[in-house]
């Protein structure tokens, strides 16, 4: 055990799991590249889950970042206007698609969903909130209590009255025969019959992502959440779209995961990739709905003057360059090297959309679910200068999201 590894282990909560037998200490980067502590240098395919969307040392954002560094103001809280943020917030509003759209920056993807489910909440004056079985929304009390996966939920206890929707259990026995029609269908009146008898009226909201994340790259399929929408619509329900993964063109297919449904959601979440590592989080939602809020706010580090210089020059670079085609052009590259591995004993399943791709990992003996496997991928994958990522509900699945600036070679 390496000296830093132990005073890790010390001092951190061993619930803080790490990569790899012997974790890495990164040391530098450049590009799609990092080095470590001993030299080592690795091909970036994790992105810091999907967070250095750029890649690292990107001189647009660094020289953004020390120029506002040299103003000697890094901080000043939302009580003062900040020129960085209001620009920022410009951009996003009519990149959202979401009409008299207002935005609030927070500092994480689980604030930026604790947000999210406050206005729906507060707008509909109910703690009933609709949410997706497999989902991650962050590590806070509302939003595990609106997680669907065990391995991420510490406890039962909860501030909202939560029930899970079908959407990405396709294997599972009662829908491994549909098609995808048929599947929305049976979606559709699931959702249906879960207004119906499990909930009283003014459900607050559906929040879901429309790729998820920590649940492997799994996808509802196109319409879904359109056919959601509709039956929600009905009854008022608001629709919240977690972008933590999604947004800024990763998927290729639309700038936002939800683009890809043709719908427009009424809030709408983001946070990771807009910073290039930076903290920032956020939420864009109607104006009425954002402005709905009885209580006073603020918000101390959301949208500091630091980390808004890092999005502008972020999301600025994303879209000169147009990255959102990047992903689209080489996501079949991506797709069409990685589906042969399912003609191997120990695959089940590709997957993927834009810049995001999954492997799922299985017993060669009988198909079971095989984290054993992942876990030993992994490793082998950094030993040859490969870093990717794993997650799924039975932590089989391999993940692979590179900076969106990635080429071809």
């Known amino acids: 055990m390496s000296e830093l590894l132990a005073r890790h282990r010390a001092v951190m909560p061993s619930w803080l799991s790490l990569y790899y037998d012997e974790p890495i200490e990164v040391a530098g980067g450049k590009g799609v590249r990092l080095t470590d502590a001993h030299g080592n240098t690795y091909l ?38 900040l020129r960085g943020q209001v620009e920022l917030a410009e951009k996003i509003a009519r990149l959202s698609g979401i009409p008299d759209a207002k935005v609030f920056f927070t500092n994480s993807g689980t604030e930026a969903n604790e947000t999210a489910l406050l206005l729906a909440t507060c707008a509909r004056g109910s703690d009933q909130v609709l949410a997706m079985r497999n989902s991650y929304h962050g590590r806070s009390y509302g939003t595990v209590a609106v997680t669907g996966n065990r391995g991420w939920k510490n406890s039962a206890l909860s501030p909202l009255n939560v029930h899970y929707l079908h959407g990405t259990d396709r294997d599972a026995p009662a829908f491994r025969a549909m098609s995808d029609a048929e599947y929305i269908d049976a979606c559709v009146a699931d959702l249906r019959d879960v207004l119906a008898t499990a909930t009283a009226r003014d459900v607050a909201c559906l929040i879901a992502e ?13 319409g879904l959440l359109a056919a959601y929408k509709e039956v929600l619509d009905e009854e008022g329900v608001l629709f919240v779209s977690d972008e ?31 910073g290039n590592g930076f903290a920032v989080g956020g939420v864009v939602a109607r104006g009425d709905l954002m402005d709905g809020l009885t209580a006073n706010g603020v918000s101390t580090f959301g949208g500091n003057p630091v980390a808004m210089a890092a999005a502008n020059a972020t999301l600025d670079y994303v879209l000169d360059h147009d990255l959102q085609a990047n992903a689209a052009r080489l996501g079949p590259v991506m797709l069409d090297g990685l589906r042969p591995l399912t003609d191997t004993a120990v695959v089940g399943a590709v997957r993927g959309k834009g810049l995001m791709f999954a492997v799922d990992m299985v017993d060669p003996g009988g198909g079971a679910p095989s984290p054993e496997l992942a876990a030993a991928v992994l490793e082998e994958t950094r030993r040859r200068g490969l ?19 990635v080429e071809e070679s």
């Open 244 to 274: 933590v993964q999604t947004g800024w063109g990763r998927t290729g297919t639309g700038f936002w995961g939800v683009s890809e449904h043709r719908i427009t959601p009424d809030a709408l979440t983001f946070a990771k990739g807009l």
């Open 387 to 405: 870093l990717i990522g794993k997650g799924g509900l039975r932590g089989n699945v391999l993940r692979v999201a590179p900076p969106l600036t």
């Open 44 to 81: 970036d395919f994790f992105a810091g889950i999907l967070t250095n969307m750029l890649g690292y040392d990107v001189a647009e954002v660094r020289e953004a970042v020390e120029r506002q560094l040299a103003t000697g103001v890094v901080h000043t809280s939302t009580l003062y206007l």
């Open 210 to 222: 429309p790729v998820q994340g920590v649940g492997g790259f799994t996808m509802p399929p196109p």
